[in-house]
């Protein structure tokens, strides 16, 4: 990355919380969270907050519940004890977690799992010869950035990216649910596709779109890649579909390792 440039705090943490100003057709976004979302009470006092901006998650929520897609009988029916109530959400694969204060969170497995891990992580995991960034007016002019990731942490950084002068192509699928004003907002400065990858011919063409990327941006983890061979592996070359030798997977995570993880705030 070229050094000589710099940015305001003002700018970055805009930047940051800006789906706060978004603006849509001269109007406001509309609201990120849907009618249940939220948190709730518990049997035992403990609260719990539930996620349900995505149908499937919302769904999954009310049928383990038994209510209706109403904010009070939700609160009605999530008179469980609270981790019984979590572990079955997070059996039931929607999104849930029960509030923990910082003792708390500190004692709990998950916890202490993500402590173990840096916050940033360098993996070798090939060779490729070196590539002189072109003269330019901005830090990252130049770099292709292949972005087919989803929702916030991985979409930010693509953007992040693409504010700081990379090519950077979104990736997306109509057939995966998705938040409008979040797809808005975090694809400024991005250019954007449709594939399908349950389709060969689609997941061949993001194959040839890896080839020519000098990163692969991903935040879902390697399961959704294996179907279309592009998980990197450690060893002497970078290999996603053998194709990634010039490539460099770049993966984001609000969650460190863990599939899930519950939400440690002091206070509902």
Same mark, same amino acid.
């Given at each position: 990355?070229?050094s000589?440039?710099?940015?305001?705090?003002? *700018?970055?943490?805009a930047?940051?919380r800006?789906?706060r100003?978004l603006c849509?057709?001269?109007?406001?976004?509309?609201d990120?969270w849907?009618?249940i979302a939220?948190?709730?009470q518990?049997? &035992?006092g *403990?609260?719990?907050q539930?996620?349900?901006?995505?149908?499937?998650?919302r769904?999954g929520?009310?049928?383990r519940l038994?209510?209706?897609?109403?904010?009070?009988a939700?609160?009605?029916a999530?008179?469980w004890?609270? =981790?019984?109530?979590?572990?079955?959400?997070a059996? &039931?694969g929607? *999104?849930?977690?029960?509030?923990?204060?910082p003792d708390?969170?500190?004692a =709990?497995?998950q916890?202490? $799992?993500?402590?173990?891990l840096?916050i940033?992580e @360098?993996i +070798?995991i090939?060779?490729s010869?070196p590539e002189?960034?072109?003269a330019?007016?901005?830090?990252?002019?130049g @770099? /292709?950035v292949?972005?087919?990731?989803r @929702?916030?942490a991985?979409?930010?950084a693509g953007r992040?990216?693409?504010l700081?002068?990379a &090519?950077v192509?979104q990736?997306?699928a109509?057939?995966?649910?998705?938040?409008?004003?979040? $797809?808005?907002?975090?694809? /400024?400065g991005?250019?954007?596709?449709q594939?399908?990858?349950?389709a060969?011919a689609?997941a061949e063409?993001?194959?040839?779109l890896?080839?020519?990327? &000098?990163?692969?941006?991903q935040?879902?983890g390697?399961?959704p890649? /294996?179907?279309?061979a592009l998980v990197?592996k450690r060893? +002497?070359r *970078?290999a996603l579909?053998s194709?990634?030798?010039?490539c460099l997977p770049?993966a984001m995570?609000?969650?460190g390792r @863990?599939s899930?993880?519950?939400?440690a705030w002091?206070s509902p």
């Amino acid at each position: 990355m070229r050094s000589r440039f710099s940015q305001t705090g003002t *700018c970055s943490s805009a930047n940051f919380r800006s789906e706060r100003y978004l603006c849509i057709n001269d109007g406001p976004a509309p609201d990120l969270w849907s009618p249940i979302a939220g948190f709730y009470q518990c049997a &035992d006092g *403990c609260w719990i907050q539930i996620h349900t901006s995505f149908p499937h998650h919302r769904a999954g929520v009310l049928k383990r519940l038994g209510a209706t897609n109403e904010r009070e009988a939700v609160a009605k029916a999530a008179a469980w004890q609270g =981790h019984a109530l979590e572990d079955a959400l997070a059996v &039931d694969g929607v *999104c849930a977690g029960l509030v923990r204060n910082p003792d708390e969170w500190a004692a =709990h497995a998950q916890s202490v $799992a993500v402590s173990r891990l840096p916050i940033l992580e @360098i993996i +070798r995991i090939g060779d490729s010869p070196p590539e002189p960034l072109p003269a330019a007016d901005r830090p990252l002019s130049g @770099i /292709r950035v292949l972005d087919p990731s989803r @929702i916030i942490a991985g979409p930010v950084a693509g953007r992040a990216l693409a504010l700081h002068g990379a &090519d950077v192509l979104q990736v997306m699928a109509s057939h995966l649910p998705a938040i409008e004003m979040l $797809a808005i907002d975090t694809g /400024r400065g991005k250019l954007s596709a449709q594939l399908d990858l349950r389709a060969k011919a689609e997941a061949e063409r993001l194959r040839m779109l890896v080839r020519e990327a &000098d990163v692969f941006l991903q935040a879902t983890g390697p399961a959704p890649w /294996r179907g279309v061979a592009l998980v990197p592996k450690r060893s +002497r070359r *970078c290999a996603l579909a053998s194709s990634m030798s010039r490539c460099l997977p770049m993966a984001m995570s609000a969650l460190g390792r @863990i599939s899930a993880a519950s939400i440690a705030w002091s206070s509902p």
